[in-house]
């Protein structure tokens, strides 16, 4: 977006270890965002679901989701290494990022138009930065969040677990293995590059040291799999947490990543949240660094994310009590239960698909509510993604033809035909571009303004059916802010400008950021 960014990390480099290993559909269009999603899909595994089984490892459950909502498979496997090496060498895009790797905070402070940032390298030489604002995505033991006073609030959930990370396995099995066993619950779960992880949760009063120890280790794989005497690459006991931050902003600074929000790892949402988190934050600073945002833009950070994250963390929580049942008793009334519902089409593909999962929506914030239902409505969800075809038959994803501002979608049969040409004018003047696109079945056209055909038959079903003959609003981070139907399009004209849009590149980063 041009903004001018010091990015500050007190490690040398990335991480080296294996920590997250799961990126869903979301994260991935938020990597499309950043240009990286086609570096990315090369070094995951796409696409893959979990089997989940009872203590005799017989299969009583399976979620192996096929559709791509967002343009992408809803599970990939990957290596954090691999990832953050291939997000950091997309910085080397962007001359207005300063990278400075090595460096820790010592202090901070803020006033009513600065941040101001202390740090120091390993060596003790000290710098200053002045920046608009500060992100801090500085861990789960975020020292900002504890030199704002800001206290962590939620569930008092916490489980250790046994991380046991493989350099190879011999396990060939493309999905992830979940042992829903009183006994000793255990998750194993896939690779890129014939790795695996195993998780073991850990009883109350067995000794950490103890259960690191390689025979004991090797015992829990034996009971699990063929992977007994796989070399390991790590060996580490966690203790998952689901806790959120009572607040995400003061002042000009703002929590994000494991700084705003724990989760335990069972729904493979930790990163994942962090993600939604700065595709949510970066535009709405962009249009603020460039004075162009209201301080609700910015208050719409928290408003719009925290709700989510914690149905992200209640999701793991739900999750979590199939994987770990209480007794013996209580883990085959689950299994009967699933094993019940399988034999429900429509239950089953509520599992199999994975739609037990709370969709990208907001029910407040940057978002002007149509008064159809929860239900019903799209405005304040994440748009689905398909491909579509331009008149000249070209394919591809929704978001690689739309530009990087707010575009007014015109839904409709004959999208070049139902808006005045003084409306589009007024609204491509508030800042947002026009594209149209038609139902799946019509052919493109070429008009006054761009007009794709859905391709992808996302657009087919009966809520954005209901759409049809409306204009949406559609933000930078995608997300529907408005709807209207066409004939009432010129009134999106101020709601394009509350989005706080950019009308010219920023001409001045150095103004913005400086580090002396």
């Known amino acids: 977006m041009g903004i001018s960014v010091a990015l500050i990390e007190r490690n040398l480099t990335t991480v080296q270890e294996p920590r997250a290993v799961s990126i869903d559909d979301e994260s991935m269009r938020a990597l499309q965002a950043a240009g990286l999603a086609e570096a990315v899909e090369q070094i995951v595994a796409r696409g893959y679901g979990s089997r ?185 006991v966690y203790t998952f947490h689901a806790r959120l931050a009572e607040r995400w902003r003061d002042g000009r600074i703002f929590l994000a990543g494991d700084a705003a929000h724990l989760t335990p790892p069972f729904a493979g949402q930790g990163m994942n949240s962090g993600l939604r988190d700065a595709h949510n934050l970066a535009w709405k600073l962009a249009e603020a660094v460039n004075g162009n945002a209201s301080s609700d833009l910015l208050d719409s950070y928290e408003t719009e994310r925290k709700p989510h994250a914690w149905e992200m963390i209640e999701l793991a929580l739900r999750m979590g009590r199939v994987m770990m049942p209480e007794n013996a008793t209580k883990a085959l009334l689950t299994r009967i239960a699933f094993r019940a519902l399988g034999f429900y089409p429509p239950a089953r593909d509520y599992f199999a698909q994975m739609r037990y999962k709370p969709k990208p929506r907001f029910r407040q914030g940057l978002l002007w509510p149509d008064g159809l239902s929860e239900k019903a409505t799209i405005v304040g969800r994440l748009i689905p993604q398909p491909l579509v075809d331009d008149a000249g038959r070209h394919r591809k994803l929704l978001d690689q033809v739309l530009p990087d501002r707010p575009v007014i979608l015109v839904f409709d049969e004959f999208p070049d035909r139902v808006l005045a040409s003084d409306t589009v004018a007024a609204l491509q003047a508030a800042g947002a571009s026009v594209i149209g696109l038609t139902p799946e079945w019509m052919n493109p056209v070429d008009g006054v303004f761009p007009v794709y055909r859905d391709a992808g038959r996302l657009f087919s079903g009966s809520q954005m059916r209901a759409y049809l003959g409306h204009t949406l609003l559609l933000r930078r981070d995608r997300y529907v802010a408005s709807a209207m139907p066409v004939h009432r399009s010129g009134e999106l004209v101020e709601r394009i400008a509350a989005l706080g849009v950019s009308t010219s590149v920023m001409s001045d980063p150095k103004a913005l950021a400086a580090a002396s």
């Open 52 to 236: 989940y089984l009872s203590p005799a490892h017989d299969l009583f459950l399976t979620v192996e989701p096929t559709s791509r909502d967002y343009g992408f498979d809803k599970r990939n496997a990957f290596q954090q290494p691999e990832l953050e090496a291939v997000m950091r060498g997309g910085l080397a895009r962007h001359g207005t990022v300063i990278q400075l790797f090595g460096w820790e905070m010592q202090s901070f402070a803020q006033t009513d138009r600065a941040v101001s940032l202390e740090m120091a390298d390993t060596s003790g030489a000290q710098r200053t930065v002045t920046a608009r604002y500060m992100v801090a995505s500085d861990g789960g033991r975020s020292p900002t969040r504890g030199k704002l006073g800001i206290p962590l609030t939620g569930s008092t959930f916490a489980e250790r677990w046994l991380i046991v990370d493989l350099v190879r396995t011999e396990n060939r099995f493309r999905h992830t293995e979940v042992y829903c066993d009183p006994a000793r619950p255990c998750i194993s779960l896939p690779g890129p590059d014939n790795i695996r992880r195993y998780e073991f949760m850990l009883h109350p009063g067995e000794d950490e040291k103890a259960a690191t120890d390689e025979a004991f280790v090797r015992d829990m794989l034996a009971r699990v799999g063929p992977d007994r005497d796989c070399q390991f690459r790590r060996v580490r």
